[in-house]
């Protein structure tokens, strides 16, 4: 007898692990680059230098000899420290993850910039300014997907508990004092209840203490 298959669940393909994290990951160098590229832009113009994309996509202009190296490092490290820690931030939002969206982020960008310039990047600063800049993601994302695990979650509205719980009350013909429980059959306090089997309805006495019956 042929197996019968179970139908595909629609969207199913679009929920798949791999996919959704390699998604994030170009989200996050995508956000990388613009910033980065905004950041050089306004600095270079500022400076009354031409831009070029070489800042962005290479190695030579991160140097510890010039002041314009150690701005253009600078700014790499604020660009990954701020928009694309507040990206995995974002996207992510989980702490155990940080360090391997961080790591994969400088590892891309070393990728890009070897298959740009083809060469390795022989500047000892670059390689410091990638070092810091990975720490400086991994601290700064830690501690934003932790603030926002922390969050408390609300499961629905005081109004909404509050106006149930008065209609339960309102039709129970209990008061807001009586602790009663339908569901048992009976209440707590005087008055009448009915059994659980339905045999009737049964009126509550006091039990009677030692001193009672010696009185009796």
């Not at 202009?61 to 150690?70: F, K, P, S």
């Amino acid at each position: 007898m042929a197996r019968r298959r179970r139908p595909r669940r629609s969207g199913a393909l679009g929920e798949l692990p791999p996919l959704k994290i390699l998604s994030q990951i170009i989200l996050v160098q995508v956000i990388l680059y613009v910033s980065l590229t905004a950041l050089l832009f306004f600095t270079e113009r500022i400076s009354g230098r031409p831009f070029s994309f070489s800042l962005v996509f290479g190695w030579n202009g991160i140097r510890g000899d010039t002041t314009e190296g150690l701005v253009t490092a600078f700014i790499f490290v604020l660009a990954a420290a701020l928009f694309s820690a507040a990206a995995i931030v974002v996207f992510v939002g989980r702490s155990k993850l940080v360090l391997d969206f961080a790591a994969t982020l400088h590892f891309v960008h070393l990728v890009v910039v070897f298959l740009l310039t083809k060469a390795i990047p022989a500047n000892l600063a670059w390689w410091l300014t990638m070092v810091v800049s990975t720490g400086a993601t991994v601290l700064v994302g830690t501690w934003g997907c932790r603030h926002r695990e922390l969050q408390p979650i609300s499961f629905g509205g005081a109004a909404e508990t509050s106006g149930t719980g008065s209609g339960a009350v309102a039709s129970t013909g209990l008061s807001p004092g009586v602790d009663g429980d339908e569901e048992q059959g009976f209440s707590h306090g005087r008055g009448r209840g009915r059994g659980l089997d339905g045999a009737g309805e049964y009126e509550m006495v006091p039990v009677k203490t030692g001193e009672n019956r010696r009185q009796d």
